[in-house]
Nanobody, 115 residues
């Protein structure tokens, strides 16, 4: 499974971004998909995940601002990020695994929140 993430960029505090990650190379049947991030000088951390059937899980303090979704027909997982803050600045990685994400990783996309 190969994963390609898109949608990162520079956004002002309070703004929004939508990340996309397209999987190729295998059907995502029964794969869990997820997003992780690594901020400068910090360890990689879990952001959100979604099961094959659509059950979503979030890092507690991101719930309400971030929304994960997936479209199985086109092997894509999304992360809608609202009310972004400077502390959300990080490289965001998508991941896939069966049944939990963490086995396959994309290359990451940079999100920078700054005025």
């Amino acid at each position: 499974v190969q994963l390609q993430a898109y949608g990162g960029g520079l956004v002002q505090p309070g703004g929004s971004l939508r990340l996309s990650c397209v999987a190729s190379g295998d059907s995502l049947n029964r794969y869990g998909l997820g997003w992780f991030r690594r901020a400068p000088g910090k360890e990689r951390e879990f952001v959100a995940s979604i099961t094959w059937s659509g059950s979503a899980y979030y890092r507690e303090f991101l719930k309400g601002r971030f929304t994960i979704s997936r479209t199985n027909a086109n092997n894509t997982v999304y992360l809608q990020m609202n009310e972004l803050q400077p502390e959300d600045t990080a490289v965001y990685y998508c991941s896939a695994g069966r049944p939990q994400p963490g086995h396959y990783w994309g290359q990451g996309t940079q999100v920078t929140v700054s005025s």
